[in-house]
């Protein structure tokens, strides 16, 4: 469908004018015209609602980001070993033929990637 034209717009106008008749077509555009505005205005309060709610969101998204940030300073200020999926043994152990008793125990924390002795 098209836009509305002039012509389409006067056969709207005559057909409303004879199903409502003169004194009652007044009546008629008035409450059509508020509840346009009732309308509108709803759908204006809802849009900031939900623009408000994004934006709280992101504001405690970033927050929890920074907070998390801060909570482990140690990991931020000494360079972290990041895990690559090898050993993190100097080569030189590795290489060594010393029983594994000897040799240190090292752990990974799933949560930060970074390789601590055990």
Known sequence: M???????MIFIFVLALLIFGPRKLPELGRNLGKALTEFRRASNELRATVEDEMRSLEKEARETERQAL???PAASMEPAQVDSGESAMPVAAQESSAPDDKLPRYSETP??????PV
């Open 111 to 116: 949560t930060d990637g970074d390789v601590k």
């Open 70 to 72: 801060e909570a482990s």
């Open 2 to 8: 098209g836009p509305l034209g002039l012509p389409e």
